[in-house]
């Protein structure tokens, strides 16, 4: 790539609720809301030229690259390693609840059977930033969570992830070069080198 826009998917049944949700077998679609935020979106990416679509294994980001191509003949691919994270116990409840444990737990502890530590999800992060940057395409649409986003935008300013990350707005485009994904990658790598947390 030489070029990549990463939006967050538009809003969705459950985070319109602040709820979670990691599970690929549990289907979450958008709000009404979620999609006309695809469409504009969409509108605001009219002019780029678009060589390929990514999108995480959640049916948000699909619905989501859906209304922002519309009719576009776009390829799609999708990159399970930039999925939301495994929340464990914490799947389908409040975001509050998984902040108020992930507030005082290290970065290398799971919140649970079937859960991620945070360690593990910047790890997969990393994974998933390395495909993105490797594909031959030249301009890319990225579609996938607000965490992954945050953390890559965080450490283009140079900021390691922290045990509590900002939100990035829906369907939103941040473009980025291949240099500057490139750099957020080193600090990501960095960071997973010698944990803070």
């Given at each position: ?11 969705s ?30 509108e ?64 290398s ?89």
């Open positions: 790539m030489k070029r990549a826009f990463f939006a967050r998917h538009g809003e049944e459950y985070s319109a609720r602040e709820l979670l949700n990691g599970d690929v077998a549990v289907v979450v679609g958008l709000t009404p809301s979620g999609l006309e935020q695809a469409h504009r979106l969409g605001v990416l009219r002019a780029e030229p678009l060589d390929l679509c990514v999108t995480s294994g959640l049916e948000r980001t699909k619905l989501t690259a859906d209304g922002a191509l519309g009719e576009r003949e776009v390829p799609r691919l999708e990159v399970p390693e930039l999925n939301d994270p495994l929340y464990g116990p914490f799947e389908g409840r409040s975001i509050t609840d998984y902040r108020s444990w992930a507030t005082g737990a290290a970065s502890e799971s919140p649970g059977d079937g859960g991620e530590s945070r360690y593990s999800i910047v790890e997969r992060y990393v994974r998933g930033f390395r495909i993105v940057l490797a594909r031959p395409e030249e301009a890319l649409l990225v579609v996938v969570h607000s965490l992954p986003i945050s953390y890559l935008l965080g450490a283009l300013e140079g900021l390691e992830p922290g045990a509590k990350a900002p939100l990035v707005p829906y369907a939103i485009p941040y473009g980025l070069t291949a240099e500057e994904v490139e750099r957020s990658v080193g600090v990501l790598e960095e960071w997973l080198a010698a944990p803070t947390w």
